[in-house]
């Protein structure tokens, strides 16, 4: 144990020492970082935040909230990269390569988690109570994507679009995604704002949404979608209330098309979620 804490305290004054400051980011937003550094460079910041919002899928509580953690990371070495926000309702964990980045245009390798897995006991990572209207469905199981990102930055707007195909074996489909955003400060405030469209494809939309045989019963009849698509929302605003600490709030909304919502395991076409939080910036 001694050995252990001696070398994590080794392993963190030399990344103090060792590295240079870059920025956490969302990978959707014209200030990310996920482009080439000069050597090694890293960041981050913790905190935690307040949410409200509600599920998809039939059964769980319609309004669902809590206290979540704020962490985010961004690692960078030469043109490899790795990203994990969780400031932003958008954001997430980024793995990436980047193959070109000139003249604000960026063609990158990346990969990404796209759909949170769920069972019977639902969305919730820690449940164990299985919820009557989805007992009996299989476990779908978190999904992990791979493809190009090519992306346009301008002075505070940012556009992208990702051709992505699952890796994991969990459905091996694909994901295409396409993202406008745009950056606003006013005064000691900085407003974030984006428009987003997703396409599915069939095996993606049939794996988390689909209804096979064995999962099939009166109320929850065979079911067997094409490919979908969803679109979504965001905005975001953040404060800063000294040098250190950071007040933030958000809102994300995400509307699914015909296929996904007339699942019999989906309750609405929509999901909200809002959060107010405060993150510590080292």
């Not at 550094?37 to 409200?52: E, L, M, R």
């Not at 994990?84 to 193959?99: E, F």
Request: include cysteine; glycine fraction near 8%; charged fraction near 20%.
């Amino acid at each position: 144990m001694t050995n252990l804490r001696a070398c994590s305290a080794l392993l963190f004054i030399y990344l103090c020492i060792f590295s240079t400051s870059s920025q956490a980011s969302n990978r959707y937003y014209a200030d990310n970082t996920l482009e080439p550094s000069q050597g090694f460079a890293w960041d981050w910041g913790i905190g935690a935040g307040y949410y409200v919002e509600d599920s998809y899928l039939v059964g769980m509580d319609s309004y669902n909230d809590g206290f979540e953690p704020d962490i985010h990371l961004a690692v960078s070495y030469e043109k490899f990269y790795l990203d994990y926000d969780q400031s932003q309702l958008s954001g997430g964990l980024s793995l990436g390569y980047s193959i070109i980045d000139k003249f604000e245009w960026g063609l990158d390798i990346v990969g990404t988690n796209v759909q949170s897995g769920f069972d019977e006991t639902g969305l919730t990572f820690y449940g164990d109570d299985v919820i009557a209207e989805l007992e009996g469905i299989k476990r779908r199981n978190y999904d992990f994507d791979v493809g190009l990102r090519l992306s346009r930055r301008f002075e505070n707007s940012h556009i992208s679009f990702e051709y992505l195909h699952d890796v994991s074996g969990t459905h091996n489909g694909w994901v295409m995604n396409s993202f406008f955003s745009q950056i606003i400060p006013w005064r000691n405030w900085e407003f974030r704002s984006g428009v987003g469209l997703s396409a599915y494809s069939s095996d993606f939309t049939n794996y988390y949404f689909g209804i096979s045989q064995p999962e099939s019963r009166a109320d929850r009849p065979l079911y067997t979608p094409d490919t979908s698509y969803s679109l979504i929302f965001e905005f975001h605003a953040e404060y800063p209330l000294n040098q250190h600490w950071v007040f933030l709030t958000g809102w994300l909304s995400t509307w699914f098309s015909n296929d996904i919502h007339q699942s019999p395991i989906i309750s609405q076409e929509y999901q909200h979620k809002a959060k107010v939080g405060l993150r510590y910036v080292f």
